[in-house]
């Protein structure tokens, strides 16, 4: 996402739409937890797959203002 705002010509609303980017940033970092994890207790580590999944499938509600705009 931050490629996508760096881009020359982005328009600002774009980047005021991702915002501080939360989903991106938490995201790697919960699967590189769960690699570790997976060799101790797979199931908690197939728990935060699905917990980055769920983050994902769930709409950014700044994305949708600013597609409707």
Known sequence: M???????GQT????????RDVKGK?????FAA???IALV???AALALYVVVVI???VPN??????VER
Request: aromatic share 2%; proline share 14%; hydrophobic share 60%.
């Open 2 to 8: 931050r490629a996508l705002v760096r881009v020359h």
């Open 12 to 19: 600002p609303t774009l980047a005021a739409a991702v915002g």
């Open 26 to 30: 938490i995201s790697p970092i919960l």
């Open 34 to 36: 769960a690699i570790p």
């Open 41 to 43: 207790v797979p199931a």
């Open 55 to 57: 983050l994902w499938i």
């Open 61 to 66: 509600p700044r994305m949708e203002r600013a």
